[in-house]
C-alpha cells in the first residue's frame, strides 16, 4: 500500500493542477500561455504540477484590481444597479401596505357577509331550497 501512495499524490496533484489550468481565465495566467501549463503539467511528472502551483496560476481573486469599501462596484454590480434589500424599498414598502390594506378591507366585508348569512340562518329567515322536510314546498308530481 505504501508503494502506491506515492503513485496516487503525484496522480491527484496533476488532476488537480490540470483542472484548474484548464478553468483559470487565459488572461490571468502567469509566464506561459495557458496550452504550454497543460503540456507542462502532463509530461513534466512532478516538476511541471509543482510549477504551475508556483509559477503559473493566478495569484488572486480580484485579478490585479484593487478592491475598497468605497469602490463604486460592489459584488460585480455598479451602484445604480445594485440590487436593494426589501425593507430599503421605499417603493416596495409602499406596495406592501397598499396591498395590506385592501386585504383587511377584503376580509372585513367577508366577515360582515358570513355574520349576515349566519342571523339568517338563526332567525329561521332562509332555508335550503331543497331542503325535502319543508312544509310549504309542493311535493312530486
Same mark, same amino acid.
Given at each position: 500500500?505504501?508503494?502506491?501512495?506515492?503513485?496516487?499524490?503525484?496522480?491527484?496533484?496533476?488532476?488537480?493542477?490540470?483542472?484548474?489550468?484548464?478553468?483559470? @481565465?487565459?488572461?490571468?495566467?502567469?509566464?506561459?500561455?495557458?496550452?504550454?501549463?497543460?503540456?507542462?503539467?502532463?509530461?513534466?511528472?512532478?516538476?511541471?504540477?509543482?510549477?504551475?502551483?508556483?509559477? #503559473?496560476? @493566478?495569484?488572486?481573486?480580484?485579478? #490585479?484590481?484593487?478592491?475598497?469599501?468605497?469602490?463604486?462596484?460592489?459584488?460585480?454590480?455598479?451602484?445604480?444597479?445594485?440590487?436593494?434589500?426589501?425593507?430599503?424599498?421605499?417603493?416596495?414598502?409602499?406596495?406592501?401596505?397598499?396591498?395590506?390594506?385592501?386585504?383587511?378591507?377584503?376580509?372585513?366585508?367577508?366577515?360582515?357577509?358570513?355574520?349576515?348569512?349566519?342571523?339568517?340562518?338563526?332567525? #329561521?329567515?332562509?332555508?335550503?331550497?331543497?331542503?325535502?322536510?319543508?312544509?310549504?314546498?309542493?311535493? @312530486? #308530481?
Amino acid at each position: 500500500m505504501p508503494r502506491y501512495l506515492g503513485v496516487l499524490l503525484e496522480f491527484g496533484l496533476i488532476i488537480f493542477c490540470l483542472i484548474e489550468c484548464i478553468q483559470a @481565465p487565459s488572461a490571468r495566467v502567469r509566464n506561459l500561455p495557458t496550452w504550454a501549463w497543460i503540456l507542462l503539467i502532463l509530461f513534466v511528472p512532478i516538476v511541471g504540477p509543482i510549477a504551475w502551483l508556483v509559477a #503559473g496560476r @493566478p495569484t488572486s481573486a480580484s485579478g #490585479g484590481r484593487s478592491v475598497s469599501w468605497r469602490s463604486t462596484e460592489t459584488a460585480g454590480f455598479p451602484e445604480y444597479e445594485r440590487p436593494v434589500a426589501p425593507d430599503d424599498d421605499r417603493e416596495f414598502i409602499a406596495r406592501l401596505a397598499a396591498s395590506d390594506s385592501s386585504d383587511r378591507e377584503l376580509l372585513a366585508k367577508w366577515e360582515a357577509d358570513l355574520h349576515e348569512r349566519e342571523a339568517k340562518l338563526r332567525d #329561521g329567515e332562509q332555508k335550503p331550497a331543497d331542503d325535502p322536510d319543508d312544509p310549504g314546498r309542493p311535493g @312530486p #308530481g
